[in-house]
């Protein structure tokens, strides 16, 4: 099959003030499922990029800046999690990335939107890369919040993949749905969700804060930084009823990673500790 050569650029419109611009050298993809629009191109910079409503959701140049951290620091943290719940994550890369750690024994995969996991095996299988074969994944077709009002199972790693709150992903940043997840979470369970990037969307990760606050005793964020999320460092959320977790300190975290055999190009044991060191703008936001 040969793809029509694009001569035109992708212009990402998440902000009002500010838009990113992407080559399109092909595109792949390009459809409306009954929640939003689907498009896949490729790009010499970033590999495949998958936008939905417009928005740069990951790409093969820079998804594991952020699949990496957003699994292994929470997982690694933790120390002993076995049940893991990935919201959203349609294109496989945070569910390929958690069941690599041997002693996640079932992960729970809730994505709303079919279309973007039937694509995405199809046009980027890199990112999923096997995943939805894994015995210990259960992939349910759901609204997240809908899931988490219902669910009743106890998970130690609540891991939230979402677009931005636009969209189907609004639900995803309410404090009904941090409620239940903080309620689903185990003992020494954490919760961690995608918070974009502070200094292009401050209000997004304050609204998150505030919710965290009044849930857990341990709450804040952690840094990442994804070249395909314009604007600087991207936050995130860590939500836990215990710090211990998050004290875990840098030995221990190696010890672990080490015994976990994984191969990662952004996660080392220095830099999950030193993620959670935040500069003066970030850490003002959040204590607002
Ligand atoms: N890494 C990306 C980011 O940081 O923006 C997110 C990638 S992933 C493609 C986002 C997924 O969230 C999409 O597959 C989308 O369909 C899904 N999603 C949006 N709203 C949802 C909801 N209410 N319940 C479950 N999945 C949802």
Not at 134 to 145: H, M, Q
Not at 221 to 237: I, K
Not at 270 to 283: D, T, V
């Amino acid at each position: 099959m040969t793809f029509p050569r694009s001569t035109g650029w992708t212009v990402e419109t998440l902000h009002d003030e500010y838009a990113q611009a992407l080559r399109e050298d092909a595109v792949f993809y390009d459809s409306e499922t009954e929640h939003q629009r689907l498009r896949v191109f490729e790009n010499g910079r970033f590999g495949r990029v998958l936008t939905l409503d417009g928005v740069v959701q990951t790409t093969e140049g820079d998804e594991f800046m952020y699949h990496e951290m957003l699994a292994h620091v929470p997982i690694l943290a933790h120390g002993a999690a076995r049940r893991v719940l990935v919201i959203g994550g349609g294109d496989g890369g945070m569910a390929r990335e958690v069941l690599r750690h041997a002693s996640v024994e079932h992960c729970t995969m809730v994505e709303i939107d079919a279309g973007v996991v039937d694509f995405s095996k199809e046009y980027l299988p890199a990112l999923s890369d096997g995943v939805f074969d894994d015995p210990r994944l259960d992939l349910v077709i759901a609204d997240g919040a809908a899931f988490m009002a219902e669910a009743h199972e106890p998970y130690d790693v609540i891991i939230v993949d979402s677009t931005d709150p636009i969209g189907p992903g609004e639900v995803l940043f309410t404090d009904s749905f941090y409620g239940h997840a903080a309620k689903l979470l185990s003992a020494e369970g954490i919760l961690v969700t995608q918070n974009g990037v502070p200094f292009m969307q401050p209000g997004e990760l304050q609204q998150t804060m505030r919710a965290f606050r009044a849930l857990f005793a341990d709450h804040g964020c952690y840094l990442t930084h994804v070249p395909s999320y314009a604007g600087g460092p991207m936050a995130l959320g860590w939500g836990s009823h215990s710090a211990k977790a998050r004290e875990t300190d840098e030995e221990v975290l190696r010890t672990r990673f080490e015994a976990a055999e994984i191969k990662t190009r952004y996660y080392t044991p220095e830099l999950h500790k030193a993620a959670f060191a935040l500069p003066r703008y970030i850490s003002d936001l959040i204590n607002e």
